[in-house]
């Protein structure tokens, strides 16, 4: 059984092509950075950098790393070149703008398939969605043995006639019936009679493989909670919207949490037992309505103070923020439980990105960094360091030509090795530096959205006792 998607990428195709060919090369920017790029470009490649960043699941070896570049293949151009050729092909038809490449993905069954297997079927695949007029890239990752999957990037301008590649859902649809098809001629399992519905985005469908929450899986969770509580219909639409959803009715009803600004059609998303007879039909077989269970308040602890209050400095800026948030979505204070059910949607649904957030509050309290001034000066210290250790390894690894004597060359090659572990620490602490300058912001939005709405909410609760109160 193979999953398959594909989907639009905007931004530098270069950044693309390096991360498929090897995720390692990530590593380095002079292989994916581009002068001029805009934030929006490269929030773009977002999902594909994060991933790379955190898919050297396993270390190669030196031995490993041959059969790596063996599991790439170019299809109507040269793997060498395929970032070249695929932007020639672009301005030969002056069609340089918009979607600069679609990125797919066929990912196999745990322990089903070997990596040569795979890959073979990931080429063959290629060549008959995209063979006849696209450049395309194949690659097969082997993060693991369980996790065997092959990469395309596919150029959205036809090196033949120069018509651009629109991907449909019917593509979607080709995509997985051509991979069924060739599971089937290799002896895999597929899964027959798939029914069909909306696709899932990659990153969507990787976050609820390793049981992370989604939008859509928290959406869901909390109509079958409003559900499950209910005996009328009425009761289930007083539940939703107290849990905080606007609802738009009509043949497929649409559920918006405060704060986005689009929301999810149930029936469409979800099959049928989520369309609204489906939802009657779910309630009216409920014999009792389930109670939330609310857990009793712990035993106070007694605690020792030591020091003077006065001299106790409060934290501020960056820190204060990430730790706030923290507390708001359910993870501090440390050895409390994170409760979904209990946290406002908007920092529920950042509970997948919780490794994340933590290694930037490290940081930031790491460094004693509060302002984004601080960050700033952090990050371009960062830079300069990874500039100095850069030329050093450039420097050792021009001398690794002349050197003969094979003792010598092995301790060149450990201090190159040393430097790059040292310069692959100080990137990843540049990321850092700037998911916090992003992630801040959406953060202060969301604390916002969210005391606004407990705000209106108090209000709402107050009229409704002062009128109980005159009867």
Not at 95 to 107: N, P, T
Not at 378 to 386: A, E, F, N, P, R
Request: proline fraction near 3%; glycine fraction near 6%.
């Amino acid at each position: 059984m193979a999953y398959t998607s594909i989907w639009s990428v905007k931004g530098w195709l270069g950044k693309v092509v390096i991360y498929a060919e090897n995720p390692d090369k990530t590593e380095n920017p002079a292989y994916f950075e581009k002068q001029g790029m805009t934030a929006e470009q490269a929030q773009g490649l977002s999902d594909v950098i994060d991933y790379a960043a955190q898919s050297r699941k396993t270390e190669l070896t030196d031995e490993s790393a041959e059969i790596l570049r063996h599991y790439v293949t170019g299809i109507n151009c040269s793997p060498e070149t395929a970032r070249d050729e695929m932007m020639a092909a672009k301005k030969k038809f002056g069609k340089e703008d918009g979607v600069v490449a679609y990125h797919g993905i066929q990912s196999f069954a745990p322990g089903e398939i070997d990596p040569d297997t795979a890959h073979e079927i990931g080429v063959k695949l290629a060549r008959q969605l995209w063979g006849d007029k696209y450049q395309v890239l194949v690659t097969t990752h082997l993060d693991k043995a369980s996790h065997l999957h092959s990469h395309f990037v596919v150029n959205t301008v036809s090196w033949v006639d120069g018509i651009r590649y629109h991907r449909t859902e019917r593509d979607y649809y080709n995509m997985q019936i051509e991979s069924d098809k060739l599971c089937r001629e290799y002896g895999l399992s597929v899964i027959e009679e798939p029914k069909r519905g909306k696709s899932k985005h990659y990153g969507e469908w990787q976050a609820e493989k390793n049981n992370k929450p989604t939008y859509r899986s928290l959406l869901k969770a909390d109509v079958d909670l409003a559900i499950a509580q209910s005996m009328t219909e009425r009761q289930f639409w007083d539940a939703i919207k107290k849990m905080g959803y606007h609802v738009k009715y009509g043949q497929d009803i649409t559920l918006r949490p405060e704060g986005k600004d689009r929301g999810l059609k149930l029936l469409r998303n979800f099959g049928e037992d989520y369309s609204i007879g489906g939802i009657r039909k779910r309630i009216l077989a409920n014999t009792r309505p389930q109670r939330r269970i609310v857990p009793a308040d712990p035993p106070p602890k007694q605690l020792r103070f030591v020091g003077k209050l006065n001299k106790a400095r409060r934290i501020t800026g960056l820190r204060a923020l990430y730790f706030s948030y923290l507390y708001k979505m359910g993870v501090l204070p440390k050895h409390r439980e994170p409760n979904p059910k209990r946290v406002y949607f908007l920092f529920r649904e950042d509970i997948r990105f919780i490794q994340n957030i933590s290694r930037e509050t490290r940081l930031l309290v790491k460094h004693g960094i509060d302002t984004a001034e601080q960050l700033a000066a952090h990050k371009d210290s960062l830079t300069q360091q990874v500039i100095s250790l850069s030329s050093a390894r450039k420097h050792l690894r021009y001398q690794t030509r002349s050197i003969g004597d094979e003792g010598k060359l092995a301790e060149v090659k450990t201090e190159i090795a040393s430097l790059s572990q040292q310069i692959a620490g100080l990137r990843k602490e540049v990321r850092l530096c700037e998911d916090i300058d992003r992630r801040s912001v959406d953060m202060k939005e969301k604390i916002r959205i969210a005391a606004e709405e407990e705000k209106s909410n108090g209000k709402e609760s107050k009229q409704h006792e002062s009128v109980r109160g005159r009867r």
